[in-house]
């Protein structure tokens, strides 16, 4: 089942919100652990992903030619910037503007970034779903946080984050009508591999050792597709 993994993603996404919806204030040491433990869990993860590679050399000319694409089109900045822009935009109008905003900050918190992608990929592509659960937990924790001070409108959030991973994952199931399975299944491995590198950066990121671009390296998704028909040919 192609969609199971962004439907665990969306119900983690609910509950979190919903327990969130009891609680004024969470200690900050408690929220603190919680996300050193989950980073440290999704670098597992990633790490595993990672290992699976067999052409090393795909992997590196990946991420390469994705940070480049990434930084030259600023993808890091410009997201962080639509982020402000929203919420500037939905905090100055009315009380009812506060739903408007925990809405749009969650989705863009959940939506925007590799986990969602690779996830998805992962998903459609040989119905392996560990890496869009294992967001649904990250996520669920997220919404509870943030529900405690965006309030209910962060729950909206599941609307577009079932919409855009639930796309990549059904199209993705397609993809073997284009390119012969001999390759594709070599492509996912390195597709796999290099999803892992950025998945440990986000891990990275989460216990605050590193402050890595991660959506500046996103076009290595898609270049690795290049790469390896590239590797291929040689």
Same mark, same amino acid.
């Given at each position: ?15 979190? $919100?919903?327990?969130?919806?009891? +609680? ?20 597992? !993860? ?10 090393? !050399? ?33 905090? $100055?109008?009315?009380?009812? $503007? /506060? ?26 592509? /040989? ?28 729950? +909206? ?10 796309? !990549? ?7 073997? /009508? ?34 890595? /671009? ?21």
């Amino acid at each position: 089942m192609a969609l199971l993994g962004t439907l665990v993603n969306g119900v983690c996404i609910v509950a979190g $919100s919903m327990i969130g919806l009891f +609680f004024s204030k969470i200690p900050e040491r408690y929220k603190e652990t919680v996300m050193h433990g989950i980073g440290l869990a999704v670098i597992l !993860i990633g790490m595993q992903m990672a290992l699976s590679t067999e052409a090393i !050399i795909v992997v590196l000319l990946s991420l390469l030619t994705g940070a480049v694409i990434g930084e030259l089109l600023h993808l890091e900045e410009g997201l962080n910037k639509l982020g402000e822009w929203l919420g500037n935009k939905f905090s $100055s109008a009315d009380d009812d $503007s /506060r739903v408007a905003q925990g809405f749009v900050t969650a989705s863009l918190v959940f939506v925007i970034g590799a986990m969602s992608v690779v996830g998805a990929l992962d998903g459609g592509l /040989r119905d392996n779903h560990e890496v869009l659960i294992t967001k649904g937990v990250i996520d669920g924790f997220v919404a509870l946080v943030l529900t405690t001070t965006l309030g209910f409108g962060v729950l +909206f959030s599941v609307v577009p984050v079932f919409l855009y991973q639930g796309t !990549i994952a059904l199209l993705a199931t397609q993809i073997e /009508r284009w390119i012969p399975e001999q390759v594709l299944n070599g492509m996912i491995v390195e597709l796999t591999a290099v999803g892992g590198l950025i998945i440990v950066a986000i891990g990275l990121n989460l216990l605050n050792i590193t402050k890595i /671009r991660v959506g500046n390296l996103l076009p290595s998704i898609v270049t690795v597709g290049l790469v390896y028909a590239v590797y291929l040919l040689f």
